[in-house]
């Protein structure tokens, strides 16, 4: 559970996968694979892009993580924060990645790897009141 | 466009597998990495190196490249402006990060390995995504990035 050489090595493995899918979206199709974005598309939120495009990335997402389960190569324990996170976190992620226009994805893999000056500010950005945010709830004893 | 969705459904696939063997459909293991004062877990820089690799090789060959393989243009941002709405936004993005270990690529492939928990979150996500959408409607769409 806790981090070890195991939970590295598949993180980097798993990065190396999700680096690989970024880069053929855009040598194949010529674009961004920035979830968030490809989202609201996929939910008809966005006036950009192809809604078809979009939702058969967004529907992928968990059938590969699925597959993923099946042959046993990802690691299977989870905990989850309850009702109220979720609710109040999905809000302020779901409205701050389309008013920052992207999120983890789209400005921490895509527009960092291209240096955007853009992504590695809103990057820097998120990770710094992510990193807060923790700490104040961990002060404050608002563990999940 | 039927081939360029199966290429997106492609992609997709290799993404979600991807973020399933990361670990990082797990929030616990996000919530560690932003833990810098407690019990800090580097792995999701393992994760940002292994993708960040293959990212960076790749705006290489595009640099190189009149147009994608498999589509007429390329369409990706170039807004170079640092502007108040994406420092705004990555900061509120970075709260719900925080509070809940999930940004949305893991939480939509979570709606395969814990549904229940990820269909909460991604209501919430989404309904945020429309509020935006009904604060700023004809808000200059930069692209994604």
Redesign the interface.
Known sequence: MGPSLSSFAHGLAGGVMIGCAAAAMLLLLGRIAGVSGLAAQAFGLSDRGSQLLAAAFIFALPAGAALAKLAGAAPVEASFPSLPYLVVGGLFVGFGARLGSGCTSGHGVCGVSRLSKRSLVATAAFMATGMLTVAAMRAAGAGW | ?IR??????????????????????????V??F??????????????????????????R??AR?E???????????T????DA?????????????????????P????????PL?AA??????????????ML?PNAP?????
């Open positions: 466009m360029a969705a199966l290429i997106a459904l492609a992609c997709g696939l290799l993404f979600g597998a991807g973020l399933a063997v990361s670990g990082m459909t797990n929030p616990a293991r919530i560690g932003l833990d810098i004062a407690g019990a800090f877990d580097p792995t999701l820089a393992f994760v940002m190196l292994g993708a960040l690799a293959p990212m960076s090789l790749a705006w060959l595009k490249m147009r994608p393989l498999a589509a007429q243009k390329f369409t990706v941002p807004a170079t402006v640092l709405p994406l420092v705004i936004g990555a900061l509120l993005f970075g709260v719900g990060w925080g509070v809940t270990g999930l940004c949305p690529g939480a939509l492939t979570n709606l395969a390995l814990s928990p909460v979150f991604v209501s919430a996500m989404a309904s945020g995504m429309a509020l935006y959408r700023r769409s930069t692209p994604q990035e």
